[in-house]
């Protein structure tokens, strides 16, 4: 799976999540766009929406 840190998430896509809004790791993970071990996204909080924009964004790679 792809994985994500929030920042970069942010950047990719133009978003300004918080880590309210999304479920962050507990354990340090690889972020595929800044090569950092770092928290990454785990998974959205709230919604279809970005479930299907998360999707759409592996699809494309
Ligand atoms: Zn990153």
Redesign the pocket.
Known sequence: MVE??????N?INHSSLTENDVIISKDLDL??????K?Q?IVRYKCSYYFKEHFHKLLNDK
């Open positions: 994500f840190c929030l920042k970069c998430w950047k972020c595929e766009e800044c090569g950092r770092t990454v």
